[in-house]
């Protein structure tokens, strides 16, 4: 049985424990709030884009581009977002086992976005072409980079599609890992309740009816939106992912903090059974003490 001490140490111990997990509780409640918002509101603007990408391929006279057929290229380029930082629960793992479930087929190039990224794909030995560390919050010109390599990449030829790998956010509980194709064009699933349209079956849907006016013209405008389009979906799959880890970190270390708590009380009570168990002790001995010199 541990001595008072020892308990006493282990009860200090925690509390410490406690007071680190709650303030890092606090900080991660605070940038989840402004991720959940930044996340939020670039969906509107994404999917506004989406309805005039739909609008401008019915418009244009020549609405054949690249981006919306598979490159000449027989591998897989698969762009990885993940945290820079751990305690954030099974985030990361969840992410990762979504990805390695997939069964990608033939040759598949990695790029990376966080250092949990990195350090995973690193230790199962995949081939890594490139990493771009992203600063919190994220700023859609410190993206730019990685969009124009990846589209760069897949004009030239060296890949047939490129997908992200990424976390939904749905709500402050629930994250899903998610494994969306960027290129060729495709409809993509965002925010978990909202679906894009599909570019290429534009002319069934009711957005490409809308009375747009573009200039100088429909063709030209098409050909300038498709790369903006694919940065811009790229962005708000990093906020999607920014808000699931910022969730998740918040959530974990709540959790830590109650376990804490939790653990404080058993060894309270479990502190003062060994107290009354010595003092019941002694009392016996002076009793027993007493009753032999009588």
């Known amino acids: ?38 996340a939020t509101n670039g969906r509107a603007y994404a999917e506004t884009m989406n309805k005039i990408l739909v609008a401008l391929k019915e418009a244009a006279e020549d609405a054949a581009h690249p981006y919306f057929d598979e490159g000449k290229g027989s591998k897989t380029l698969v762009l990885v977002i993940a945290s820079d930082k751990g305690l954030c629960g099974a985030l990361n793992t969840n992410l990762f086992k979504k990805l390695l479930a997939s069964k990608l087929e033939g040759d598949v190039d990695y790029l990376t976005i966080g250092r949990k990224a990195t350090q995973t794909l690193g230790r199962l030995r995949k081939n890594i072409v490139a990493d771009f560390p992203i600063k919190d919050p994220a700023k859609f010109t410190d993206l730019r980079a990685a969009g124009n390599f990846i589209q760069e990449r897949f004009r030239s030829g060296e890949y047939k599609k490129v997908l992200v790998a990424f976390n939904n956010f749905i709500n402050t509980v629930t994250v899903v890992p998610t494994l969306e194709q960027l290129l060729p064009v495709d409809k993509v699933q965002l925010g978990g309740k ?7 079956t534009a002319d069934v849907h009711a957005a490409s009816k809308l009375d747009y006016t573009f200039e100088p013209s429909a063709n030209a405008v098409f050909e300038g939106i498709l790369p903006q389009y694919v940065n811009n979906t790229l962005f708000q799959m990093l906020l999607e992912a920014r808000a699931s880890e910022h969730s998740s970190r918040m959530v974990a270390m709540k959790n830590a903090t109650d376990n804490a708590k939790q653990m404080l009380k058993d060894l309270t009570l479990e502190y003062n059974k060994v107290r009354q168990a010595a003092i019941t002790s002694e009392l016996l001995e002076i009793t027993t003490a007493k009753l032999a010199l009588e």
Do not use: C, F, G, W
Request: charged share 35%.
């Open 194 to 200: 909202r679906s894009y349209e599909d570019p290429k």
């Open 1 to 38: 049985m541990p001595s008072t001490r020892d308990i006493r140490r282990r009860i200090k111990s925690v509390k410490s424990t406690a007071q680190i997990t709650k303030a890092m509780q606090l900080v991660a409640a605070a940038k989840m709030k402004k991720a959940q918002d930044q």
